[in-house]
Structure formats: structure tokens, C-alpha cells
């Protein structure tokens, strides 16, 4: 017969407290805010990257989108060298800090139709802190 990969005491530890409100505290003492993987708290940053777009997102509906949060200036798609496809992250501009920093905080890890979008800081092209290019359409 076949083995069991896991056996029903491990199943039932892994969902233990799955879909409990509970939260850890930091042990560090540290105060609870979640700093950005890309540069902190934005410090005035009114450009947003949204990674993980649906494939047939468009631009229009994007800003729709992010408009709850404030006056978007700006939405930009990013696509493959010919244009046709969309690779999966875009950049969303807003008039004022404080309406990027409330759509970062309330519209990280949620979900555009069944996609699951991460939003965080945009950083500006050549920053000490983005990662080397490894992407085929990279130059």
C-alpha cells in the first residue's frame, strides 16, 4: 500500500491556531510596525510598486483601483519588450504622501480578482538598496 507523507498529529500541529486572530509581539521589545522590505516607511514617497497583477489587468482599472485611497497621478503597466505581455507588476503614482502610505498599508497581501498582490515602496532607478536585475528583459 501506499505511506503516508504525514501523519494526522503533524496535520493537526500544522493547523493549529490557523485562523486564530492572534498576533506575536516582538521579542526584542521592539515596538509592532512592520518596516517595508524597500526603504521604511516611505519617508514622503508618493510612488507605490504593485507586484503580482493579474495578466489581463489594464492600466484604467489599476488606477480605479488605488483611487479609494486618494488623487492617483499616475499608473504604469509594466510589459514585455513588444508590448504584448503583461509582466505581472506596475507602479502606481499618488498626489500626496499620506494617500501612498494608506493604500501600501491597506492594499498589501490582498487580492485583484485571484491574484495576490504585494504592495511596497517604488524606488528610484540606480538606489543603493534595489537588487541586481535578473529579469530576461533586463538590459
Known amino acids: 500500500g501506499k505511506q503516508a507523507l504525514f501523519s494526522a498529529e503533524e496535520v493537526a500541529d500544522s493547523f493549529a491556531g490557523f485562523g486564530s486572530r ?11 510596525s512592520k518596516k517595508s ?5 516611505g519617508d514622503g514617497n508618493t510612488r507605490l510598486i504593485v507586484k503580482n497583477l493579474p495578466m489581463h489587468l489594464k ?12 488623487v492617483v497621478s499616475d499608473v504604469r503597466i509594466v510589459r514585455t519588450p513588444d508590448g504584448l505581455r503583461s509582466r505581472k507588476f506596475g507602479f502606481v503614482g ?12 491597506r492594499r498589501n497581501r490582498t487580492f485583484i480578482d485571484t ?13 543603493a538598496n534595489l537588487g541586481r536585475a535578473w529579469s530576461k528583459y533586463s538590459k
Request: aromatic fraction near 8%.
Open 22 to 32: 492572534r498576533t506575536r509581539t516582538p521579542t526584542d521589545g521592539s515596538s509592532h
Open 37 to 41: 522590505a524597500n526603504g521604511g516607511d
Open 59 to 70: 492600466e484604467e482599472r489599476l488606477k480605479e483601483i488605488f483611487s479609494a485611497f486618494g
Open 94 to 105: 499618488f498626489m500626496d504622501p499620506k494617500s501612498a502610505k494608506d493604500a501600501r498599508l
Open 115 to 127: 491574484s495576490r498582490i504585494l504592495v511596497d515602496w517604488a524606488l528610484k532607478p540606480g538606489d
